[in-house]
């Protein structure tokens, strides 16, 4: 059995990939920032479809948690076949008034993250010859947004974090690819007004946000695909940028 560890799955899309991996027969492990009811709940909804499935709550933005998580993860179900770097923070406001101290913060969530799990993920995929990484990204780490200056450089390091390695790890016959987001209806996004909400959705041409299980099928399908896809940041947008 493969084992597929997704960061920030106690809820919205990161839940959503656990339970398609899930179905598709990967042990899983969950994780999220705090041991929360959310990611108790995930864990009780992948359990009924019998896999082995493991919560690990803690901080992937440190970088001990993280060596912890894998070490129990090897424990427990063996080897990661599939790692999906998918904890994020977002900030809105201006850059002038973010402190070091947020970006940081949001810096270490978002992209020191991705490089934590990538650096305990890859000796093994080495040593198998295989494995596939999935960073879950932002369209705004391609095209920037006023007022997410940080959270636009955080995905912008994180897609260029994907081409690189997937250049320095095709040779090994491991694939790295990222998911570039547009709108997705998720708790990231319960920030917005009703007037903002309904604006945001006049300029999708879609005409409505994506669905988190329209996310975690394209991440299963990216996990499923050939082994000469490697280094694509993929937009999932509705059509919107
Ligand atoms: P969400 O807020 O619903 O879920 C975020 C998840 O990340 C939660 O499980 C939370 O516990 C976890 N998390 C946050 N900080 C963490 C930390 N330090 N350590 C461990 N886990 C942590 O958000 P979402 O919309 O599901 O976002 C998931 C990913 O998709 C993020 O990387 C986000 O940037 C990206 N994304 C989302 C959208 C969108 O519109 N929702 C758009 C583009 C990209």
Redesign the pocket.
Known sequence: MKTALI?????????AIALAFADAGYGIVL????P?A??QETHRQISEKKVPCLALA????DALFCERMFAETQRQLGSVDVLVN?????HIGLLQDLTPQQWDRLL???LS?AFYCCRLAIPSMVARQSGCILN?????GVYGASCEAA?SAS?GGLNALTRALAKELAPSGIRVNAI??????????RFLDAEERGALLEEIPAGR??D?REVAALALQLAQAPDYLTGQIIQIDGGWI
Request: hydrophobic content about 25%; aromatic content about 4%.
């Open positions: 960061t920030g799955s106690s809820r919205g899309i990161g839940k994780n999220g920032r705090t929360s959310e990611l803690g901080d992937v933005g998918n904890a994020g923070i977002s270490r969530t978002n993250s879950i990204s932002s369209v705004w959270y995905k570039a987001c547009g709108a997705i209806d998720t708790d990231m996004n946000m994506g988190p």
